[in-house]
């Protein structure tokens, strides 16, 4: 199993070194989805992968998104808002 893991690292190290920009992101996107039906468990049916696969994109996104915001609001020292506010 363990050299089956270093061959996927090669294969997606040489692939990432070949694409860039966007083609990259791409890559990236079908790489793990690959890897992650190579190594999928003995409990987990071909119709998951898909969902998954279907899912995933929207999971990085609305993740990132959530980074960005977070970031945004540190980096311009936001404060106004106290959610332990008490009167």
């Known amino acids: 199993m363990a050299v089956h893991h270093q061959v996927c690292a090669t294969a997606l190290s040489l692939i990432l070194f070949m694409a860039n920009g966007m083609q990259r992101s791409i890559v990236c996107l079908v790489a793990t989805l690959w890897i992650t ?23 990085l996104v609305l993740s990132a998104t959530i980074g960005l915001y977070g970031h945004a609001r540190q980096v311009v020292k936001y404060s106004s808002w106290n959610p332990t506010a008490r009167k």
């Not at 039906?37 to 999971?59: D, G, L, T």
């Open 37 to 59: 039906n190579q190594v999928k468990s003995e409990f987990i049916s071909r119709w998951m992968i898909v969902v998954f696969s279907i899912q995933y994109p929207f999971y």
